[in-house]
Every structure is written in C-alpha cells, then in structure tokens.
C-alpha cells in the first residue's frame, strides 16, 4: 500500500509541477487554421467541469431540447435509448429495486455494476445495491444527461467508472414563474407536477419541485401462466426538489439543493409482494473564480435512505401447475443506510496547458440491513442483521497541453484510490451467532494518457489508455440470504476488480453529418460474479452453514467471488445528420463481446462465452422532424438479438425491435401539448427469459416465471407555465 500511495503522490506532485513549466514557456504562434482549445466548462461545478466535445473519448450530451422531444417517457427509459447504454427493458416502476443495473460496454451486469451514475455531480447509485432508482428523477427536472463511455473517465471519478460516466444535471432557475405538468395514459398511468422558480435579484435565485407519478402496470407475467395471484405491478413515486443559487460576489458562486423520494411498488409479480425506497439527499457547492484562468471548485452531500422488500415464494405453483393459489411472505427485509461525500478540486489553464484538475474526493457508506426469511406460512423466519462501512478517498489530476505548431491535444491523468471495508458484522438472531467480518483495505494507482489528432477541420482522431479500479459493493461482500435448501453466504475476502483499458476512435463532421467511431478493448482482473460453491452438496454447504449457526438443511451455497479475469471489446458507430433546420436523423451500432479469460474454477464459471445481461450488438435510430414553428415529431428505434441473462447461460431473454413515436404541438407561447407511443408495434417479448436446468440446455425449470418486457404504451399529457 505504500508504494502505490508514494507513486501516487509523486505523480501528482509532477503534475502540480506542470502549470510552472507551461507558464515558462513561450506561447506557440496561433494557427488561425487550427481548432480552438478553449474548454468552456460544460457541468456544473458538482462535477469536474470538462467540455465534452474536448475529450479524447467517446461522449453524447442531450439537451433539455432534445430530452423534452423524446417520446420515452421516463429517465431510465431515454437512457436506455443513449448509444452503447443498456439497461433492463423493464420500467423502472415495474423492476424490483435490487434489479436495476446500468451497463456500458459490458460494464454494469446486475452482479458486478461497473456504471457511475450522477446527479449535478453527486453519485446516485445506492449504497448497498449500488443500483439506480430512476423514480428520484422526474423528466422535467432534468437540464441535461452527459455520458462518458469506457473507463477513460475514471481518472477523474474513480470507483464504479469502468464503464463510464453518466451525469444527470438538473435545471437551474433562470426566470421568475411557475409551471403546471399532468398526463395520463395506458394502465392509468399518470403524472402530476407544479414547479415555480423566484429570481430574487442578480444574486439570489430559489426553485422548488413537486412531481407524483403513478401507475397500476401490466402484468409481466405471460398470460398462458397467470392466475389470480399473479397481477400486474402497481407502482407510486413522489418527488420534492428546492434549490437556492447564490453569487454573493463576482468571483463566488454558491448552489445548495435539497431531493426527497418516496417510491412503492405493490403486486410485483405477486399479490403480496411489495417494495418501497426513500431517500433523501442535501448537495452543496460552488466555485471561487480566482482569476480568469484558474477557480477553486467544492462539493459535499450528505443523504440518507431506506430499502424495503416483502418478497413471496410461489407455494405449489409452478409453470406445469399454474393453479395453485398458496403463496405466501418468504422475506421481509429494511436496509436503512447512510451516504456521505465532497470533492475540492483546483481548475485552470497556463498558456498551451489546458483544463488542469488537481484535487480530492472522498465518501462514506454505512449499512443496516434487517432480513428475515420464512421457510413457510408456519415457520419461524431466520433473521440476519448486517453492519457495514466502506470509505472511499481519491486524489486526481489531469491536464491537456497542446503542442506548439501541431494540431495534437496530449491529455496525462493520474488517480490514487483507496479503500476501507470495515465495522461490518453478520448476526444470525435464530442461533445468536454473530460473525465480525474482517477489515479489509486496498489502494490502487491509475494513470491514464489520451491523444487528439484534428487531422483537418473535418476529422479528429482520437486514442487513450488507462487503467482504473472498482472496488466490491458491500451486497455483494456482506449480504447473506437463505431460501428453501439453498445459503448465500458472505465474502469479506473479495478484492477489487482492476481493468487495463485502450480505445482508439475518430470524430467526423462535414455539412450537417456527423459521424463518430471507437474500438475499445479492456481488460479486467478479479471479475466478480455470483456463483453457486455447493450445489446440493451437504459435505461441501456444512462449513459454510455452521458458522452462519444455521442448520444442515440447507445444502446449496451461493456467493460472490472473484472468478478470474475477463475481456470487453467492440465497436461503436454514432452518426447524426442533419439536413436542414427542422430535421435531423439519428443512428447508431455497437457490438460487444464480453467473455472470461480465465477462471479459477472453469466448472462453476465458463471462459470463452458471453457474459451475462451484454448483447453482442445493439442498433439505434431516431428522428426529429419540426414541419411548424410550433410542432415537434418524433420516432425512436432500438433494436437487439437474444441474449443470456446469465454467464451460467442458463436464462435466455429474447430479442427484439422495439418503435417509440412522440409529438409535441405549441398552441400558444407557454402552452405544449404532447403524446407518446412506446413499442408502437406491441411486440411480445419476454425481457426475463425462460430458466434452464443446464448450461444453454432444453429442459426448462417450471419454478421460475419468465417476464415481459414493456407493451404498447400510449400517454397524453398538457404542460403551461405561468
């Protein structure tokens, strides 16, 4: 640990070392034919204030514009049509909580999530789970959504980046008024918003927010399979924003913003399942303009929350015996938690030297979760109660300089990491059996260096290398569950997961077109899946139960290890064109091939086959057509074959083409009236698959029940501001 956190302090020593050397310097002649290396900050200050259009890595920004013309009508549904971004093709309402992974170049699967996601800077993905409740952000509220693919981002973020970056940046008060937003549609689905902002002078601006969203869902379970217990999945979510901006002078800028979420879901597959999460979050920050080159810039937020499951175990039913009506509560569990964290950082330009960032970040995570699972409707439930912590303090810089005389950017960054896992405990109350997990730490020194070549004004070329790190969740470290004759025991000996990444792409633009490519190639060490250790194996389970204090019975052991080293490859394509003014068309391709190298136990976990929840390929398309001033149409495709849900290969989702179609008219200045189409064609295609006893094999379990994905889905909805 020594020798990682002296390089790291030396490397950024160096890089502080630059700014001197840069200002030593005489400044190059400009070159009127070369491009402008200005960088105008593009995120707010919660973020680390990098122009997109500048880096040397595949990026997409949405604006509010286009966000607002979209015809998907929730935030993780527009996600999931951003190029190379996969999430479920299950709503957010209709996912259970722990289910809900956001991947990027294979990064993300819902055991091993590799996908940072932000809001005005702030990471949103949940402290245990690490998953995202897309309910916290209502559409409305969002001003843009910034994606950074692959890991050349991490640099600057560190933990859970491998597989990019996905910042959503919510409105800032620009004017004094309010708005009223309501729409309803298919499966009473409805949402109801009223907004106001207050300009109180040039100095002070206030918001607030108030969003409710509901809907009775459809049913995910295929007809041919359901009956009276099982019934489609109604799900609430209310939403409470304030936010106050301040410029006391004219070098300090000052923003404080307050969140509260209370989302439910009833009937998730289920008549008694139920889930509910809440959450509440506090963000502050500024900047200080030193001068008109440099600025200091900080952040800190402190937020608190709770997860709730009541889950069901089927009784007698099964997929052969579709009338069996006994279901009964198999687990109830709360997993209250606690999230804190700040970044400092020092930004500034020094002649040919560019978008200099020096600075720290830290957070803070604690857990409780309470868990208790029932054999049967009679049984006494077994109950664990886990504790756990994990901190995370990272210091980074990186910097762009420009050579004199060539059209070539250089950007070097360096990251230190470290980690802590501790004060975590597993208590099984039945037998009294409390377990202290040891205190486990590491460090890891990343360093990155990316090119940008504007081989002319229309084409630039583009390439970086990097290494960066993720360090295990604590679900998957601490979190133990018992069902039927089968134990997921805990792991407080996973290491993280470390990737050497290079990528290699062009940017081209000429007369409206524009079109973007990039190969990437990572390489991860220490890839964490969920495996099954014993399989109805009691001399194998005995150890692994016994000291949990649980009984013989159960003989399947399942746990999160690391398995072995792993590859991610592809290929993206994004191209925009736009013909004229009112029409511009959208595509785009990625394949992906994402496999193990290597495993420590080629039985348990295969090398050479797809991982689970990555398609090979993914295609998208859009349109957005304005015949009138005040008249916006728009359509939406994305389209994907089959793929495994698992690396088990045991769980086979479907494919499919799925059409959005969208129209916004403007009746009058502050008035829009708009409409959505989800899965125009109403294709039938089951987003959880059919589970198989055997690796890609023929016989199907008739325990599990397989899931649609989102039907035809048509919504209607009037907006006024005042």
Same mark, same amino acid.
């Given at each position: 640990m020594?020798?990682?956190?002296?390089?790291?302090?030396?490397?950024?020593?160096?890089?502080?070392?630059? *700014?001197?050397?840069?200002?030593?310097?005489?400044? *190059?002649?400009?070159?009127?034919?070369?491009?402008?290396?200005?960088l105008p900050p593009i995120t707010v200050t919660a973020g680390r204030g990098s122009a997109l259009d500048r880096l040397d890595v595949s990026t997409t920004l949405l604006t509010r514009e286009q966000i607002q013309a979209l015809p998907e009508t929730g935030v993780d549904q527009i996600v999931n049509r951003i190029p190379g971004v996969w999430l479920p093709n299950i709503p957010t309402g209709q996912l259970h909580p722990t289910a809900q992974p956001v991947n990027i170049r294979g990064f993300g699967t819902s055991t091993t999530i590799n996908t940072l996601v932000m809001v005005d800077g702030v990471p949103i993905n949940d402290p245990y789970f690490r998953t995202i409740n897309w309910s916290t952000i209502p559409k409305n509220s969002v001003e843009r959504i910034e994606v950074i693919r692959g890991?050349?981002? /991490?640099?600057?973020?560190? &933990?859970?980046?491998?597989?990019?970056?996905?910042?959503?940046?919510?409105?800032?008060?620009?004017?004094?008024?309010?708005?009223?937003?309501?729409?309803?549609?298919?499966?009473?689905?409805?949402?109801?918003?009223?907004?106001?902002?207050?300009?109180?002078?040039?100095k002070v601006k206030v918001g607030a927010s108030y969003n409710h969203a509901q809907s009775s869902g459809y049913n995910l379970t295929p007809a041919q399979y359901q009956n009276a217990n099982l019934v489609p999945t109604a799900s609430k979510a209310d939403n409470i924003a304030a936010s106050v901006f301040l410029a006391p002078g004219d070098k300090l800028k000052i923003f404080a913003k307050a969140y509260w979420n209370q989302t439910y879901e009833d009937g998730l597959v289920w008549t008694f399942a139920h889930n509910n999460w809440s959450t509440w979050r506090l963000l502050l920050g500024g900047s200080y303009q030193i001068d008109d080159k440099s600025s200091i810039n900080f952040s800190g937020w402190l937020s608190s929350g709770s997860f709730g499951t009541i889950n069901v175990a089927s009784g007698g039913y099964t997929l052969n015996n579709t009338s069996f009506l006994n279901q009964f509560v198999s687990q109830i569990e709360a997993a209250p938690n606690a999230d804190q964290g700040g970044s400092l950082f020092y930004d500034a330009n020094f002649g040919p030297l560019r978008d200099v960032k020096i600075g720290v970040d830290?957070?803070?995570?604690?857990?409780?979760?309470?868990?208790?699972?029932?054999?049967?409707?009679?049984?006494?439930?077994? /109950?664990?109660?886990?504790?756990?912590?994990?901190?995370?303090?990272?210091?980074?810089?990186?910097?762009?300089?420009?050579?004199?005389?060539?059209?070539?950017?250089?950007?070097v960054g360096v990251r230190g990491d470290f980690w802590q896992a501790m004060n975590a405990s597993v208590l099984t109350q039945s037998s009294s059996t409390l377990n202290v997990v040891p205190n486990a730490s590491a460090s890891s020194f990343d360093p990155r260096v990316g090119l940008k070549f504007y081989a002319s004004d229309e084409l630039t070329l583009r390439a970086a290398i990097y290494r960066n790190f993720s360090a295990p969740g604590m679900n998957q470290m601490y979190r133990?569950?018992?069902?039927?004759?089968?134990? /997921?025991?805990?792991?407080?000996?996973?290491?993280?997961?470390?990737?050497?990444?290079?990528?290699?792409?062009?940017?081209?633009?000429?007369?409206?077109?524009?079109?973007?490519?990039?190969?990437?190639?990572?390489?991860?060490? &220490?890839?964490?899946?969920?495996?099954?250790?014993?399989?109805?194996? *009691?001399?194998?389970?005995?150890?692994?139960?016994?000291?949990?204090?649980?009984?013989?019975?159960?003989?399947?052991?399942?746990?999160?290890?690391?398995?072995?080293?792993?590859?991610?490859?592809?290929?993206?394509?994004?191209?925009?064109?736009?013909?004229?003014?009112?029409?511009?068309?959208?595509g785009s391709f990625t394949n992906t091939v994402a496999y193990l190298t290597s495993s420590i136990n080629p039985t348990l976990v295969r090398t050479g086959v797809q991982l689970g929840q990555v398609p090979t390929y993914m295609f998208t398309a859009g349109v957005e057509w304005r015949p009138l001033e005040n008249l916006v149409l728009t359509a939406s495709l994305k389209a994907? *074959?089959?793929?495994?849900?698992?690396?088990?290969?045991? /769980?086979?989702?479907?494919?499919?083409t799925l059409i959005d179609l969208g129209v916004r008219w403007s009746p009058a200045k502050d008035v829009d009236i708009y409409g959505s189409i989800q899965n125009l064609t109403n294709v039938q295609y089951l987003a959880q698959g059919y589970s198989l006893t055997s690796f890609e094999g023929s016989t199907v379990n008739p325990s599990a029940i397989p899931q649609l994905g989102m039907p035809l889905t048509a919504i209607a909805g009037l907006r006024v501001r005042f």
């Open positions: 020594f020798s990682i956190r002296a390089a790291t302090c030396a490397a950024l020593g160096l890089l502080a070392l630059v *700014p001197a050397f840069a200002e030593a310097q005489q400044p *190059p002649p400009a070159d009127p034919a070369a491009p402008a290396v200005d890991g050349g981002a /991490t640099s600057l973020w560190g &933990n859970m980046a491998m597989g990019g970056v996905i910042n959503i940046v919510t409105r800032e008060p620009t004017k004094t008024g309010a708005a009223a937003d309501t729409s309803f549609g298919s499966y009473n689905t409805g949402t109801a918003e009223v907004a106001g902002s207050y300009i109180v002078n040039d830290a957070r803070r995570t604690l857990i409780t979760d309470y868990n208790n699972l029932y054999a049967s409707v009679s049984a006494n439930p077994t /109950t664990f109660v886990v504790n756990g912590e994990h901190r995370l303090q990272g210091v980074f810089g990186q910097g762009t300089y420009r050579f004199g005389g060539l059209p070539i950017d250089v950007t133990v569950f018992a069902s039927g004759t089968s134990y /997921t025991t805990i792991n407080p000996n996973l290491q993280p997961m470390t990737n050497f990444g290079q990528e290699v792409g062009f940017d081209f633009e000429w007369k409206g077109f524009t079109l973007s490519g990039t190969y990437f190639n990572n390489n991860l060490d &220490n890839f964490i899946d969920f495996v099954t250790v014993c399989n109805t194996n *009691p001399v194998c389970a005995a150890p692994f139960v016994s000291a949990a204090g649980l009984s013989p019975a159960f003989t399947t052991v399942r746990q999160y290890q690391n398995v072995g080293n792993a590859t991610f490859q592809g290929l993206e394509l994004i191209a925009t064109w736009q013909p004229f003014e009112q029409l511009r068309l959208m994907f *074959p089959p793929y495994w849900n698992d690396t088990g290969h045991t /769980t086979l989702n479907d494919g499919a």
